[in-house]
């Protein structure tokens, strides 16, 4: 028995919850995949799942098998990336975790560009929802955190920093005015989401980032008139006419580029999210996952600034602070 392979495949059946998902993704028959878990069962003396018509649950010791050899694969994966690193070229599989929002409208647009110098590397992607921590399961977690420091047992690269904007369509600032001062929001429809566990109020800081130096207001919205936390439904919305919808910058580029979204108060700062692309703590890294990560700094420059406004020519000013006079004079 090849117990390497076997664990692999044991290893994958979990990840992809079928004997059938797992063969794809290794690229084996599923008689094969059958027979390794099989024989490694044997040779354990052990069994590790139990098979039923709809899923796959590990037993007590598959559970605990399972907890231990990730680590050794990881270890193996390691090895084999240390000794190929100075001449293999980046290839195989790389698993992404990612929020949706930003598959959509950013890295789906950059792929073809990867593709071209990485042809061997073949993307999984997986898009379930907001994503605050690193899931080992993962090579690469794209990050995405608001006022939350970096936390964790993870090794983290900065892509940019996002700004959440206000913005309507042209259209409808068009019919009900442009808004002057966060006051004015009142007066107008709403498509922002309350937020599930925090106040309902916006604080706006009049230039960038904080307070410091200038004007700070908070304001209560006005009831939405449509509620959802999922970002693309507001940013259609939006672009439908309905009213003013807050959107990280990120989302809103192509749009406001484009002159089918325009910024609302863009001399006010509301808040800013910190993008990361993050990997499970590890000394080396594949050949792909270093190729991936690269591209993503030099595709959104890596520093603690917002790209996206930039392109789009509408970043928010620098606060403004008035001299303090000289007491010689």
């Known amino acids: 028995?090849?117990?390497?392979?076997?664990?692999?495949?044991?290893?994958?059946?979990?990840?992809?919850?079928?004997?059938?998902?797992?063969?794809?993704?290794?690229?084996?028959?599923?008689?094969?995949?059958?027979?390794?878990?099989?024989?490694?069962?044997?040779?354990?003396?052990?069994?590790?799942?139990n098979?039923?018509?709809?899923?796959l649950v590990l037993t007590d010791a598959g559970e605990a098998y399972l907890q231990r050899v990730r680590r050794i694969l990881i270890e193996v994966e390691e090895a084999d990336a240390l000794?190929?690193?100075?001449?293999?070229?980046?290839?195989?599989?790389?698993?992404?975790?990612?929020?949706?929002?930003?598959?959509?409208?950013?890295?789906?647009?950059?792929?073809?560009r990867f593709r071209a110098r990485f042809p061997r590397v073949t993307l999984e992607f997986s898009v379930p929802g907001p994503v605050e921590t690193v899931d080992e399961n993962f090579d690469v977690t794209i990050l995405?955190?608001?006022?939350?420091?970096?936390?964790?047992?993870?090794?983290?690269?900065?892509?940019?920093?996002?700004?959440?904007i206000l913005c309507a369509a042209p259209d409808y600032l068009d019919r009900r005015g442009r808004p002057q001062h966060p006051h004015e929001l009142a007066q107008h429809d709403s498509i922002m989401p309350t937020l599930p566990n925090g106040p309902r109020e916006l604080t706006f800081h009049r230039g960038g980032g904080d307070?410091?130096?200038?004007?700070?207001?908070?304001?209560?919205?006005?009831i939405a008139i449509l509620d959802t936390n999922h970002i693309d439904t507001n940013y259609a919305v939006a672009l439908a006419g309905m009213g003013i919808t807050g959107l990280p910058s990120f989302v809103a580029e192509d749009a406001l580029l484009e002159h089918a979204l325009e910024r609302v108060l863009p001399q006010w700062h509301l808040l800013d999210v910190a993008v990361h692309a993050a990997t499970p703590t590890r000394k080396y890294l594949p050949a792909r996952t270093r190729a991936f990560i690269d591209?993503?700094?030099?595709?959104?420059?890596?520093?603690?600034?917002?790209?996206?406004?930039?392109?789009?020519?509408?970043?928010?000013?620098?606060?403004?602070?008035?001299?303090?006079?000289d007491q010689n004079v």
């Not at 028995?1 to 992809?16: N, P, S």
């Open 51 to 55: 098979r039923t018509t709809r899923r």
């Open 83 to 112: 000794a190929g690193s100075s001449t293999s070229e980046p290839r195989g599989l790389l698993r992404v975790l990612l929020p949706p929002a930003f598959a959509v409208h950013q890295i789906a647009k950059h792929l073809p």
């Open 144 to 164: 995405m955190l608001g006022r939350k420091p970096l936390a964790g047992d993870f090794v983290a690269w900065r892509l940019a920093r996002s700004e959440v």
């Open 1 to 49: 028995m090849d117990q390497l392979r076997a664990i692999r495949a044991f290893a994958r059946i979990i990840d992809e919850g079928s004997f059938a998902k797992a063969a794809r993704a290794l690229d084996l028959a599923p008689a094969v995949v059958t027979r390794l878990i099989a024989e490694l069962e044997a040779h354990l003396g052990a069994r590790l799942v």
């Open 295 to 325: 591209f993503l700094v030099e595709t959104f420059g890596g520093e603690d600034a917002d790209p996206w406004l930039k392109a789009a020519g509408c970043e928010t000013p620098a606060p403004t602070t008035t001299p303090t006079p």
């Open 211 to 222: 307070a410091a130096g200038g004007e700070s207001i908070t304001v209560v919205p006005p």
